[in-house]
């Protein structure tokens, strides 16, 4: 009996070796599909807002920016009520440029733009676009920011159709072999295109 309890000394230990290694790795993958999931999500979220603000810049450039002199107190009030989408100076938030025309070269670098300020937020282009490259980096974007590809972004008949393709790679991405080609589309409605501009 004393021989038999002698030789369990090591059986705790063991086990742990065993256990402890799996435990970690269900803790690393679950923080990994954690962080992969929160990635796809914030492109989302900066996506949906991108679009919305876009959707409103035909009407601020055709309609409010032609006549503010003809309207009385107008100014006043539809900056106060639409202040962050209409008077904003800002590149990365408004655009005064018809970038929703036929054909415009502007299209695809103001949705970018506006994609950025909505991801993270305002200041210079260098400090936006370096800090864009670190998020995109953390949450698993190959490439940070020149992994962003919006070339399939369109106007047809007043509507934007935005399609943002990136490959993302899982958090712990072992040999490479964990990468996803992402896509995300969204098509809203622009507010007011004239005739002849879309």
């Not at 962080?35 to 959707?55: K, M, P, R």
């Not at 920011?145 to 919006?150: I, K, N, V, Y």
């Not at 899982?170 to 964990?178: E, K, R």
Request: aromatic share 14%.
């Amino acid at each position: 009996m004393f021989r038999f309890k002698k030789n369990e000394h090591g059986v705790v230990s063991l086990e742990a070796c065993i256990v402890l290694p799996i435990f970690i790795f269900v803790l690393m993958f679950f923080y990994g599909l954690m962080v992969f999931f929160s990635g796809h999500q914030l492109l989302s979220h900066s996506l949906i807002q991108s679009a919305e603000s876009l959707s409103l810049d035909p009407y601020a450039t055709e309609r409010l920016n032609i006549s503010w002199d003809e309207m009385e107190g107008g100014k006043d009030l539809v900056q106060a009520m639409y202040a962050d989408a209409f008077s904003s100076q800002d590149p990365y938030f408004s655009s005064n440029e018809k970038w929703y025309a036929e054909n415009s070269d502007l299209l695809i670098p103001t949705v970018r733009k506006r994609f950025l300020g909505y991801l993270v937020g305002s200041g210079t282009s260098s400090e936006v676009e370096k800090a864009a490259d670190e998020k995109l980096k953390t949450i698993g974007v190959q490439n940070g920011l020149s992994g962003l590809d919006f070339s399939e972004t369109k106007v047809e008949d007043g509507v934007l159709t935005i399609t943002i393709k990136y490959r993302q790679e899982f958090v712990f991405n072992f040999q490479g072999l964990a990468a996803f080609d992402r896509q995300q589309t969204i098509t809203i409605t622009l507010w007011d295109v004239a005739e002849g501009t879309n």
